[in-house]
Structures are given as structure tokens and as C-alpha cells.
């Protein structure tokens, strides 16, 4: 059986099967979607530009609805058209393909196509590929239209595919890799699809669902409508062809492009109405059967032939910064959560040495709180963080434990003036390590033990996990509080690395305590914080109780929840806090995972290991009291 078939066969047999996703960033982090378009034939409207949306429905031209890229500065004929813009698999940038070619030099004058890419959106180089001078036997190269770029699974490589035509042959839809760099193309580019009727297709557009890609194209010359094939491997020559068209009007169309609405199950397909100036947008579920939408669309500009991705709430704020609101546009307005991803226990620090505030979560995401790793985020304002990196990875860097990193503790130690020492406290393999540092953000070193092993006496149930680190302002004594179905204290060596002996005491505050005590001091009273219930369920929250020592008795307070759901908002499962004081003020924030919103209350257990860190304000009544946290959007 030859490659082709075999491929074929696979593909009628295990067309449901899925294969790996892109690691694109955690769809629930995307606040708003990008368009990127151009607007006319004529040569000043050549170029590109942006729009903003909340919703996908609804669009706002950025800049004026001036041109964020210059046809003259990254073009070698003095007009770009069809935009595409991709973001990278691995989240560390995005591409940008255009075709190089201005309308008023004729639809056969071009034979260029243009790469670009940015790490932000807004700052972009760019490469202009001829492919008549790049490749040879070219002579009769007519014209290069719409690339696009899609990542090819199977070859991990970027694939850029456009629409050729040489001589007076039909119009076919060519590919080539682009090299690692994305400046150039490499190998000689080859047929991507040609249809079974030989006839010409342009303007390819792909999308991938289900290990499957969904392949777009416009047959040009004879229906000037939109069409679809699919394949499971881009590069085998192997398509199932469907019938019909996919356009919901008898006009003729081009340029189409597919988007996925984030957190939904629907697919919108828009493309553009050439003859009659207009834009149609259609929705699907199923990427085959498509419903005119038009009647929820907005716009206050005319697009020609672009693309839409789903932006962050990073992204979003700084185009909006780069490029100024639009008028009568809606901002917005989002507080939490403070970091993509996933991620959950979050620790926070702030740190004389740098002046920074410091977040240290657990890696969130891995089926049965798999993670084995450790990462870091700084930030000025407690806004706008910063991915330090991994400052701690099990496999590599502790030699005791290779599974299960949970719950983070941190504590900074001035030793003497300008030096400092930052303790990092951490669970592995449900025990308790400890590794040292001179900088908050590392390299840390692993003291080579686990510093709790072992239940402490008369303890028969629970987990050695989710540690704690107190400095008392009162004795300057130090202390770790740990324990799962327990609660647990013991005083610390002056070495920071080792418990005192005989200081070990139960202090389980009430049956409502589960895990994940966080001690600060505050007027004259210590406070003890705790999450109650199992981190899966919609009901963790946090309760406290107050003591005169750092090593209890505990005394429960009435109303003690102060942190807890708002089906209302979404929020669910809010639970595991650190608390912060801002220095010099009594200025309080507690800091805490909760469910991913939207779609972790729908996930089930998994809802678990699929959280989100955020940080709120905490008050205090006047007798010292905790008023119930308000957790926010």
C-alpha cells in the first residue's frame, strides 16, 4: 500500500481522531479579537489596518482608520493586499503575510509575496520574496496572490500557501516552509491542492479542527464562490472535496477567512462581497453548514479581503495604547485574572532588594495536579506581570522529588545591608522542600532533603503539603505551617533550612479546615487564614481566625468566610490565598485561584487543575475584623 492510500484510509477511518492542539495561549485569556484588512483598490488603500472587537460581532477601527503598516516601506511595488495574520503555536509572536502587488499595475503585474512578524502587534520586520527572481523556470509566472500561513503538525514546521499562476494555465495553490527565522522560504514550492476539476482556486484559507484541516479556497472563473477540502496531511495530496458552495449569496465572493469564538463551539466565516463593496459574515458549529449573520455585524470601516484572530487582555491593552481608543468603543474594563494560563496557590512577595512584587503559583493544567515545575512573574504596579521563568524544576533541580509541584511558600531574609537571602518553600511527592536563593527570581538551589516527610505525631490522615513561612515582627522568630486534613506549626532554625526540634504542634483550627494556611500580622493580632472543602468543588473558599501567638490556639470569630462563589459572576471556587500589605500602608490585598472562568464550571473535577489566579482588595472593620472579600472580574 503506497503513502497516498495508506494516508487516504487513515483518514476515512479515523477522520474523529484528534491529534495534538497548537499550544496557543489558554482560549480563556482571549478578551477581544484583531481584524487586519486593507480597504481598496486604489493605491493609498493599499496597505494595512487594524480594527479592535470585544465580541467578534462588533468592530471599532484603530488608528484612525489610518494604516498601521506602510505599503511603501515594506512593499517592492508600492501596494500590499489580503493581510494574514497568524500567532504563533508556542505564543512567542506572531506572523503576518501579505501579498505584494498594487491593483492599479494590473491583476498580472505582481510576483511577490512579503513575511513579517512582531512580538507584539505593533513593531514588525519584514522580507519581501520574489518568487520569479528566487526560483528558477519562473519566466512565465503571471501573478503570486493571498498567501497565508499555517502550522503543519506532522512536520512542525510554518507552511506559507498562496495562489499562482504561470501562463495560461489555471490559478493552483502552491506551498513552501519558511525557515526557522521567518525571512525566507525554503525548498521549491510545491502543489498544496489542486482540485479534482483542474480548474483554478485561489485564495486558500485553513483551518485546524480535530486533526483535521479545513481548507478554503475560491474557484476563480467558473462560480467565483467558496468551496471546501479536507485532509489530515497537509502535504500528501490527498483531499476530500465536499459539493456546493459555502457562501450564503449568489453574489460573487473572495478572501475568505475562519475564525473560532473563544469559549464557544461556533465558527464564523466572513469573506468579502467584491463586486458589491460589502462583507458577509456566517456562523457554524461544524465547519459545513453555514447561517448568515450579518444582522449582528458592526462596522464602522469598509474592509477588503483580511483575517481575525482572538487577542489577550495584554495584546489589547497595548494596542489600545499604541493606537488610541476608538470612538463610542466600550473598553474593556477586567481586573482578573492577573496572569494567563493556568495556574493556581498563588504566593505573593513583595521584595525589598528589587522594590518588585513577586508571584509565585503552582503550574496549573496537568490532569491530577501533574505539574513538576515551578515558575515565577514580577511586577511594578500589581497590573502588569512579567514571566521570569522556571525557578525551579523538579526533574532538574531537585534530586529527591520528581512529581507533584504544589503550594509555594517564599520569605526574604536581609542578612546585611544591600544582601539578602529569599527561602522558597514548596511541595513535591506530597512532602515539603526548601530551596535557597540570593534573588527573588532565582537560581535557586535545593537543599537536598525534603524538610517534612513525615505526619507529625498523633496524626493519622492528611498530606504533608501547601506550606507557609511566617516571620514573627514580635520575636523574630521564624515558622512553617503545613498540612492537609491538619493543621501544623513548628518554629524554623535560624539556618531557615530546618525545623526547630520539640516545636512541632497540631493546630487544626475546626472541622472546616482543609489546607493551605497563610499567617500575617497585623494591629497586635496574628491571623490565620485557611481554605475549606476540596479544590474541585464550587464551595472552596477561605475562612480565618485570629490568635495572640504565632503558634495558636486559634479563636474562631462569627462570620468568619470572607472569600467565597458569585454564581452571579462566574466565580467559582475561590480559594488557597496569600495576603500582601502594601509597604508602609495599611493597604491589604489577598490573592487567590479560583475556577478558569468561563468554562471551569463545566468541567468537573477537572475544574481542579484548571485555575486562575486573582488579586482583590481586603478590608478591615474597625475592631480588626476581615469584611468579606469581594472577589471581582
Known amino acids: 500500500m503506497n503513502k497516498k492510500t495508506l494516508t487516504f484510509c487513515l483518514f476515512l477511518c479515523g477522520i474523529l481522531m484528534t491529534h495534538a492542539q497548537p499550544k496557543n495561549p489558554v482560549e480563556k485569556d482571549f478578551v477581544g479579537y484583531l481584524f487586519t484588512y ?144 521567518f525571512t525566507d522560504l525554503e525548498g521549491t514550492p510545491q502543489p498544496l491542492f489542486i482540485p479534482k476539476n483542474k480548474k483554478s482556486c485561489i485564495d486558500g484559507d485553513i483551518i485546524y479542527k480535530n486533526g483535521i484541516y479545513h481548507l478554503f479556497y475560491k474557484t476563480e472563473g467558473h462560480g467565483n464562490g467558496l468551496k471546501k477540502a479536507m ?50 459574515f456566517c456562523e457554524s458549529y461544524d465547519l459545513d453548514e453555514f447561517q448568515i449573520i450579518d444582522q449582528q455585524i458592526n462596522m464602522d470601516f469598509h474592509p477588503r479581503h483580511g483575517s481575525i484572530i ?57 490532569t491530577g495536579w501533574a505539574g513538576d515545575y515551578f515558575k515565577v512573574f514580577s511586577s511594578d504596579n500589581l497590573v502588569d506581570w512579567k514571566e521570569e521563568g522556571t525557578m525551579l524544576d523538579l526533574k532538574t533541580d531537585v534530586s529527591w522529588a520528581n512529581r507533584n509541584a504544589w503550594a509555594p511558600a517564599i520569605i526574604e531574609k536581609k542578612l546585611k545591608k544591600n544582601t539578602y ?33 513525615t505526619k507529625p505525631a498523633g496524626v493519622n490522615g492528611g498530606q504533608e503539603i501547601d506550606p507557609d513561612v511566617f516571620q514573627d515582627p514580635v520575636s523574630g522568630k521564624s515558622y512553617l505551617y503545613w498540612g492537609n486534613g491538619y493543621g501544623a506549626v513548628a518554629e524554623l532554625n535560624e539556618d531557615m533550612v530546618s525545623l526547630k526540634e520539640n516545636t512541632t504542634k497540631i493546630i487544626t483550627p475546626d472541622e472546616t479546615f482543609r489546607e493551605g494556611f497563610y499567617v500575617f500580622y497585623r494591629n497586635g493580632t496574628y491571623y490565620f487564614l485557611w481554605s475549606e472543602d476540596d479544590t474541585r468543588s464550587e464551595n472552596y473558599r477561605v475562612r480565618y481566625g485570629t490568635s495572640k501567638s504565632p503558634m495558636g490556639p486559634i479563636d474562631i470569630p462569627e462570620n468568619n468566610l470572607i472569600l467565597t462563589k458569585n454564581p452571579a459572576l462566574g466565580i467559582y471556587g475561590p480559594g488557597h490565598n496569600s495576603v500582601l500589605q502594601i509597604p508602609g500602608k495599611d493597604e491589604w490585598y489577598i490573592v487567590y485561584h479560583r475556577f478558569s472562568r468561563p468554562n471551569g464550571i463545566k468541567m468537573g473535577d477537572a475544574a481542579g487543575y484548571h485555575r486562575e489566579v486573582c488579586i482583590d482588595k481586603m478590608e478591615f472593620n474597625e475592631d480588626g475584623s476581615i469584611k468579606p472579600v469581594v472577589p471581582t472580574l
Open 38 to 181: 486593507f480597504t481598496g483598490n486604489a493605491v493609498e488603500e493599499e496597505q494595512v489596518h487594524y480594527a479592535i472587537s470585544n465580541d467578534g460581532f462588533n468592530y471599532a477601527a484603530l488608528n484612525s482608520n489610518r494604516p498601521v503598516l506602510h505599503s511603501k516601506d515594506i512593499s517592492s511595488t508600492g501596494g500590499v493586499r489580503d493581510p494574514h495574520l497568524l500567532r504563533r503555536h508556542d505564543n512567542k509572536g506572531f506572523y503576518m503575510v501579505l501579498t505584494d502587488m498594487t491593483s492599479s499595475k494590473g491583476w498580472d503585474s505582481n510576483r511577490a509575496l512579503i513575511l513579517l512578524k512582531s512580538q507584539n502587534l505593533t513593531d514588525w520586520t519584514s522580507h519581501v520574496i520574489n518568487i520569479q527572481q528566487k526560483y528558477p523556470n519562473q519566466e512565465n509566472l503571471k501573478r503570486v496572490w493571498a498567501p497565508q500561513t499555517v502550522f503543519d503538525e506532522k512536520a512542525q514546521k510554518y507552511m506559507v500557501y498562496w495562489s499562482m499562476q504561470h501562463g495560461d494555465g489555471p490559478d493552483i495553490i502552491y506551498y513552501a516552509y519558511a525557515n526557522a527565522d
Open 231 to 280: 485532509t489530515d496531511d497537509l502535504t500528501s495530496g490527498v483531499w476530500i472535496e465536499q459539493p456546493g458552495y459555502k457562501q450564503q449569496t449568489t453574489e460573487a465572493v473572495e478572501g475568505s477567512s475562519i475564525f473560532k469564538l473563544t469559549n464557544t463551539d461556533k465558527y464564523i466565516l466572513m469573506y468579502d462581497v467584491y463586486m458589491k463593496g460589502a462583507y458577509q
Open 310 to 366: 482572538p487577542i489577550t487582555r495584554k495584546e489589547y491593552k497595548h494596542l489600545l495604547t499604541t493606537y488610541g481608543t476608538p470612538n463610542n468603543f466600550q473598553v474593556i474594563k477586567q481586573n482578573n485574572p492577573v496572569l494567563e494560563g493556568y495556574h493556581a496557590d498563588p504566593e505573593i512577595l513583595y521584595a525589598e532588594k528589587t522594590e518588585k512584587y513577586y508571584l509565585y503559583p503552582t503550574s496549573d493544567g496537568y
Open 421 to 453: 537571602k529569599y527561602y522558597y518553600y514548596y511541595t513535591a511527592a506530597q512532602k515539603i522542600g526548601v530551596a535557597v536563593a540570593e534573588h527573588p527570581t532565582g537560581p535557586f538551589t535545593d537543599s537536598g532533603k525534603p524538610l517534612v516527610s
